[in-house]
């Protein structure tokens, strides 16, 4: 039978020197007790001590929660993590040059678990080049302090190629709902399954240990195998959270049954029009939402692209769409905030690292991601804003590999506020922080890698439209009612192409009564 462990007593099987992989997405199916313990074990005994900290999606409540806990001086002697926004405490430990500090891919994370699992030196794969986590730019290191190249140049077959370089797993630190007397995990209640399974099988092959929270223990023999997500022979302890406000649904959502398929009827529910103040998210949302097409799998980022949805299901057109997750969800309306990653009513729930085979193999017809930082090649910034570390995410491998890539947000940054009339684009406040820049601190997105895939790439905002050519941005379309030097030439740090079929935005997306079906 498999070891029932207290979260404190769970916390005492991390030596010094581990490397810990921690499962979950932003607070979905995050093993926070267990977390929650090692901080405190640490702080009361300051053990374990140097330890590297592995993890594909990023795990916090943007304060106190998940990694946060672990955020300690001496606790943490390296981090590799895909998303670093919601873990300000890592951030500044990795600022301060405190900790060794690298930011990749989080599909690459979640194949690089699988490809150490099966043996591999690594993983191979084009996500990444041209971009910050090309060695030949900075290979992910986020301070001085990271000297460790954990990224390679190959070739091919006379192509160009990155290797990521494996990563043994010494303890796996993950999340399920139910388990039995032998160590095998279900995950009903979860809205998400995340890479659990390459992190166990990762773990065990590395000659590591499986510990994983769950809500209750069954009987052996009682758990349906078709859902057994991790089976017995890889998990080492159970810990038996009591504590429900240590095992929430999400960081948001104690259990929403839709997240999980537990509610099979979908009520049919009537979207209104939206009667709000029409602000510079929604005519992005509403411009953007003209380029979807009808039958497309569709990513949708965290922000702005969210609004995409919202104008979809006003519209009456959203199920048109199948909308995808990348930690897992395919169908359904993905859920926002801390409940990102979530979906309500999904078709399927998939592993993230499948999702990613998915993604990076281009089955994304559509993508519709923020805009940080856009320079005048073209390329993107999400990622790193002077000592703010918001990592890349899934954003690079999404980018790369959907069909057509759109960048959604606002056109300067800081206190903007712009509101639509029947006239078009009123600029009440202009931003403090120019978003079109000359160089962006940091390239999320290549232009290059786009320019030579073929790739249709826009750059959608409030006031402006921007496509990628191979000489750089082209201007297509702005708002009617601006001050055409003012408010656009003006609010940039370089001058654009300007395409000789420049032209107004439709006049219809400032109207209160948008309508999407009747432009489509």
Known sequence: MVSRLTSDQAAQWVEDGNTVLLGGFIGSVVPEAIERALGERYAHNQQPRDLTLLFAGGQGDGKEKAINHLAQTGLIKRAVGGHWGLVPKLQQLAIDNLIEAYNLPQGIISHLLRDTAAGKPGTISKVGLGTFVDPRLSGGKINAISQDDLVSVVDLLGEEYLLYHKIPVDVAILRGTTADENGNITMEDECLIVENLAAAQAARNSGGKVIVQVKRVVPAGSLDPHAVKIPGIFVDAVVECGNLAEHMQTFATQMNPTFCGQIAEVSEVKIEPSTVSIDAKWVIARRAALELRRGAILNLGIGTPEYIAKVAQQSGIIEHFTLTVEPGAVGGTPASGLDFGASAFPQAIISQDQMFDFYDGGGVDQAFLGLGQCDVQGNVNVSRFGGKIAGCGGFINITQNAKQVYFCGTFTAMGLNAIAS???????????????????????????????????????????????????????????????????????????????????????????????????
């Open 422 to 520: 029947p006239q078009g684009l009123n600029i009440q406040r202009e931003g403090k922080e120019k978003k079109f820049i000359s160089q962006v601190e940091q390239i999320t997105f290549s232009a290059v890698q786009a320019i030579n895939n073929q790739k249709k790439v826009l750059y959608i905002t409030e006031r402006a439209v921007f496509r990628l050519t191979a000489q750089g941005l082209e201007l297509i379309e702005i708002a009617p009612n601006l001050d055409f030097q003012r408010d656009i030439m003006q609010q940039m740090s370089f001058k654009p192409l300007i395409s000789k079929d420049l032209k107004f935005m439709d006049l219809r997306l400032f109207d209160e009564q948008f309508e999407l079906s009747s432009l489509c």
